[in-house]
């Protein structure tokens, strides 16, 4: 498998290539970038920075992967990006670097980010994340596993979205998302567990009903966050990992629960 550079492309002096990367027609790739293996950056697009992209990941024409972030504490300098194995960026989307030497902003793996949304500066994205269309994430945003964001959500800063956690289209989300959650609206507030998404991640019957006991008890029963802890630890499953995770969620929150 060999590497393909078209002639018109702008590779600097120091990126890295590794074996069967492809570069298209007037892309540009920044001299600190590294391609893993097998990447495509098709025609105009741009993977500028400190960027460093495992292998099989695609950059499709227009996205800017690397630029410089607009967080105002920036004082200069390349910053950095990771990004793992087989990402997909569609048209036009952005993923900006981080502010600080210090920092990073990091995707995981097999996430599709399609066309115009926005990654901001210091945002740790887990694996396959499907985010709409002109959906962005602010800077220092945390996303978990499988994670579905709608088109158009707009997520605040600091904010955290859970594992299989869905944001219904054109969201606005000021607080966190727990895991296994749908949130909707503006200011968003979860509606209801993402029961389509966990049947389609593997979830059995027992253990999506498990889920709905708990978000009964967080968002039903008319019980503040220390209570509803206390009820579901008393359920006979309570020890069980998803109840594990979904309450070590809630209580690390610092800007409450949406």
Not at 60 to 69: Q, R
Not at 83 to 95: A, K, L, P, Q, S
Not at 176 to 188: H, K
Request: glycine letters at 10%; proline letters at 2%.
């Amino acid at each position: 498998m060999s590497t393909q550079i078209h002639s018109t492309a702008i590779i600097e002096s120091g990126a890295e290539l590794a074996e069967g990367v492809s570069v298209g027609p007037y892309a540009y790739i920044g001299a600190q970038v590294k391609l893993g293996k097998g990447t495509t950056v098709m025609h105009h697009a741009t993977v500028d920075g400190a960027t460093i992209m495992g292998q099989e990941n695609e950059v499709h024409p227009y996205a800017y992967l690397g630029g410089k972030s607009h967080d105002k504490k920036y004082k200069g300098g390349v910053q950095r990006i990771e990004i793992g194995d087989r990402n997909v960026f569609r048209e036009y989307t952005t993923v900006h670097c981080a502010t600080e030497e210090n920092l990073l902003t990091r995707l995981g793996h097999d996430n599709l980010i399609l066309a115009y949304s926005h990654i901001a500066h210091e945002c740790q994205i887990g694996d396959r994340l499907v985010m709409s269309s002109h959906a962005a994430l602010g800077g220092h945003v945390t996303v978990g596993n499988h994670v579905n964001v709608g088109w158009g959500v707009g997520v605040h800063q600091f904010c955290r979205v859970g594992d299989h956690a869905m944001l219904g289209a054109a969201s606005k989300i000021v607080q966190d998302v727990p895991p296994f959650l749908i949130a909707d609206g503006n200011p968003a507030v979860c509606r209801t567990i993402n029961k389509i998404g966990l049947e389609r991640a593997g979830f059995d019957s027992e253990a999506i009903q498990r889920i709905h006991r708990v978000f009964k008890a967080f968002y039903k029963k008319g019980l503040n966050q220390s209570e509803a802890i206390k009820a579901v630890s008393v359920q006979e499953d309570s020890d069980h990992v998803d109840i594990d995770n979904f309450i070590d969620f809630v209580q690390r929150s610092d800007r409450g629960i949406a």
